[in-house]
């Protein structure tokens, strides 16, 4: 039995070890009525050329002359802000340095339930803090502190505090498969999904900016299961939840195309939406002017229509 605990706590050495060469400690400074404050987190070196990776919220409001990096080797450097989402809470920073240790990025989509996780981060100012836990559950919709939403969240019972924002979880093979964001209580903390990131990261570089197609719409997830088999069967529909539509903006072209508020949206452009997280997805991906097809429920007819995003 000593021999296993051995060799498991040298597992999680190693891991810690290799991971924490990526992971930085990000001061930023904030101008506010009452005085400027200091914004501590961390962020995860995601290229050898100075690319980092860390929340919106840590360094959103900062003075853009004042955001200082420190890496795992003592050196500190200045940070550029190539680009924030506040609605995933994702930000890309630039430092000017070479050679760097990139980290290893998993697949959050292969994360399952029970699973062990690390969380490296700088929580209260600690510098180099590993926690451990497991993944407590998949795809939580979890409202953020920059005012945006994420689905798809990571959720964990690792020990998240202050300061360990931007930070990494990392999985058993030592890959960051999501960057934690928030804690709300003992026992319950979230990170944004790592595909997620990349996404919103490469559009950054890409782009210089996160753009989203807007077809003008509030909505919510709802279950189908209450549709007649008959129904079900006669339109082949293939989901277990739609969207309902709540409010659809005034002259927006779901307006425009006689989509109707309480219409279910079944799919848009051959893609199931069977939930928020679909929809959020297709929007991110969708360029802005393209013409898609939008099927919707309504009543016992299935109606579909051209929109524009």
């Not at 996780?117 to 409202?143: F, H």
């Not at 964990?156 to 960057?179: R, W």
């Amino acid at each position: 039995m000593q021999n296993i605990i051995n060799d498991f706590e040298k597992i999680l050495q190693e891991i810690y070890i290799s991971v924490n060469k990526s992971i930085v400690s990000i001061k930023a400074e904030e101008k506010g009525i009452f005085g400027d404050s200091i914004v501590g987190g961390a962020g995860i070196i995601i290229s050898t050329d100075g690319f980092i990776i860390t929340n919106a919220h840590v360094v959103k409001d900062a003075d853009v002359n004042n955001i200082c990096v420190k890496l795992n080797d003592g050196r500190y450097f200045g940070a550029d802000i190539k680009g924030i989402d506040v609605l995933t809470d994702v930000a890309l920073l630039k430092i000017s340095a070479s050679e760097l240790v990139p980290a290893k990025l998993g697949n959050s989509e292969e994360c399952k339930i029970g699973q062990i996780v690390l969380a490296i981060g700088n929580p209260l100012s600690l510098e180099e803090t590993l926690t451990m836990g497991i993944i407590s559950a998949l795809k939580r919709y979890v409202l953020i502190e920059t005012g945006g939403r994420v689905h798809g969240c990571i959720q964990t019972d690792a020990a998240i505090n202050p300061g360990n924002s931007g930070g990494a979880l990392v999985n058993s093979n030592g890959e960051v498969i999501g960057i934690v964001f928030a804690g709300y209580g003992e026992g319950i903390s979230y990170a944004i999904p790592i595909n997620l990131a990349k996404r919103i990261v490469d559009k950054i570089i890409k782009e210089g900016e996160v753009k989203r197609a807007d077809i003008g719409l509030f909505v919510e997830k709802i279950e189908l299961s209450h549709l007649p088999v008959e129904i079900i069967t006669k339109h082949k529909i293939p989901n277990e939840y739609g969207i309902l539509i709540n409010k659809i903006k005034f002259e927006s072209s779901l307006e425009k195309a006689g989509i109707e508020e309480e219409d279910i949206i079944i799919s848009i452009d051959g893609i199931i939406m069977n939930s928020i997280e679909s929809l959020d997805n297709f929007l991110l991906e969708c360029p802005a002017g393209k013409k898609n097809k939008i099927k919707v429920l309504r009543g016992e007819s299935v109606i579909e229509k051209n929109i524009v995003t």
